[in-house]
Protein backbone atom coordinates (compact mmCIF):
# COMPACT_ATOMS: atom_id res chain seq x y z
CA UNK A 1 0.00 0.00 0.00
CA UNK A 2 1.22 3.38 -0.57
CA UNK A 3 1.78 5.91 1.90
CA UNK A 4 -1.37 7.01 3.16
CA UNK A 5 -0.20 10.77 3.03
CA UNK A 6 0.38 10.43 -0.58
CA UNK A 7 -3.22 8.66 -1.35
CA UNK A 8 -4.89 12.08 -0.98
CA UNK A 9 -7.11 13.24 -4.07
CA UNK A 10 -8.84 10.70 -6.74
CA UNK A 11 -7.52 6.93 -6.65
CA UNK A 12 -8.41 4.68 -9.37
CA UNK A 13 -9.43 1.58 -8.53
CA UNK A 14 -9.53 -1.14 -11.59
CA UNK A 15 -12.25 -4.55 -10.93
CA UNK A 16 -9.68 -6.86 -12.09
CA UNK A 17 -10.56 -10.12 -9.94
CA UNK A 18 -13.10 -11.44 -11.80
CA UNK A 19 -13.41 -14.80 -13.33
CA UNK A 20 -14.28 -13.97 -16.77
CA UNK A 21 -16.72 -17.46 -16.42
CA UNK A 22 -19.32 -15.29 -18.86
CA UNK A 23 -16.68 -14.97 -21.43
CA UNK A 24 -15.46 -18.12 -21.51
CA UNK A 25 -12.42 -17.77 -19.89
CA UNK A 26 -9.64 -14.81 -18.91
CA UNK A 27 -11.28 -11.90 -20.43
CA UNK A 28 -8.18 -9.51 -19.29
CA UNK A 29 -5.70 -11.44 -20.47
CA UNK A 30 -7.67 -11.74 -23.95
CA UNK A 31 -5.78 -9.47 -26.39
CA UNK A 32 -6.98 -6.56 -28.89
CA UNK A 33 -6.54 -5.98 -32.03
CA UNK A 34 -3.20 -4.89 -30.76
CA UNK A 35 -2.35 -7.47 -29.29
CA UNK A 36 -2.61 -5.78 -25.78
CA UNK A 37 -4.18 -7.66 -23.38
CA UNK A 38 -7.83 -6.09 -22.80
CA UNK A 39 -6.78 -5.46 -18.77
CA UNK A 40 -3.54 -4.06 -19.57
CA UNK A 41 -5.42 -1.50 -22.01
CA UNK A 42 -8.05 -0.48 -18.83
CA UNK A 43 -5.00 0.07 -16.90
CA UNK A 44 -3.34 2.47 -19.36
CA UNK A 45 -6.50 4.33 -19.55
CA UNK A 46 -7.09 4.63 -16.22
CA UNK A 47 -3.22 5.61 -15.81
CA UNK A 48 -3.52 8.16 -18.19
CA UNK A 49 -6.66 10.15 -16.33
CA UNK A 50 -5.18 9.51 -12.53
CA UNK A 51 -1.76 9.38 -11.22
CA UNK A 52 -2.61 6.94 -8.19
CA UNK A 53 -4.22 3.40 -9.83
CA UNK A 54 -5.13 0.30 -7.77
CA UNK A 55 -5.52 -2.82 -9.37
CA UNK A 56 -7.42 -5.50 -7.66
CA UNK A 57 -6.76 -9.38 -8.73
CA UNK A 58 -7.61 -12.13 -7.51
CA UNK A 59 -5.08 -14.49 -5.50
CA UNK A 60 -2.69 -16.64 -7.67
CA UNK A 61 -3.33 -14.53 -10.82
CA UNK A 62 0.44 -13.56 -10.92
CA UNK A 63 0.84 -13.02 -14.74
CA UNK A 64 -2.12 -10.15 -14.74
CA UNK A 65 -0.66 -8.86 -11.31
CA UNK A 66 2.46 -8.25 -13.11
CA UNK A 67 1.61 -6.84 -16.33
CA UNK A 68 -0.73 -4.60 -14.25
CA UNK A 69 2.07 -3.64 -12.53
CA UNK A 70 4.32 -3.09 -15.69
CA UNK A 71 1.45 -0.62 -16.17
CA UNK A 72 1.38 1.52 -13.33
CA UNK A 73 -0.75 0.31 -11.00
CA UNK A 74 -0.14 -0.92 -7.18
CA UNK A 75 -1.22 -3.92 -7.19
CA UNK A 76 -3.95 -5.92 -4.59
CA UNK A 77 -5.08 -9.00 -4.10
CA UNK A 78 -8.00 -9.58 -2.59
CA UNK A 79 -8.29 -12.53 -1.02
CA UNK A 80 -12.29 -12.82 -0.91
CA UNK A 81 -12.73 -11.76 -4.67
CA UNK A 82 -14.32 -14.89 -5.51
CA UNK A 83 -17.46 -13.91 -3.09
CA UNK A 84 -18.26 -11.35 -5.63
CA UNK A 85 -17.49 -7.84 -7.17
CA UNK A 86 -17.79 -5.66 -4.00
CA UNK A 87 -15.46 -7.33 -1.80
CA UNK A 88 -13.14 -6.52 -4.59
CA UNK A 89 -14.55 -3.14 -4.02
CA UNK A 90 -13.73 -3.07 -0.59
CA UNK A 91 -10.22 -4.62 -0.85
CA UNK A 92 -9.57 -1.56 -3.61
CA UNK A 93 -10.84 1.44 -1.01
CA UNK A 94 -9.43 -0.84 2.18
CA UNK A 95 -5.85 0.07 0.34
CA UNK A 96 -6.28 3.81 -0.32
CA UNK A 97 -8.16 4.46 2.78
CA UNK A 98 -7.00 8.70 3.22
CA UNK A 99 -8.34 9.06 -0.47
CA UNK A 100 -10.65 12.41 -1.38
CA UNK A 101 -12.31 10.22 -3.50
CA UNK A 102 -12.49 6.58 -5.79
CA UNK A 103 -13.07 6.20 -9.41
CA UNK A 104 -14.29 2.65 -9.82
CA UNK A 105 -13.36 0.82 -13.47
CA UNK A 106 -13.93 -2.49 -14.37
Do not use: N
Request: with cysteine; hydrophobic share 50%.
Amino acid sequence: MLHPLIMRGIVGILLAAGSGSRFGGDKLLHPLADGTPIGVASARSLRAALEHVIAVTRPGDDKLAGLLAEAGCEVISAADAAQGMGHSLAAGVRAAPTADGWLIAL
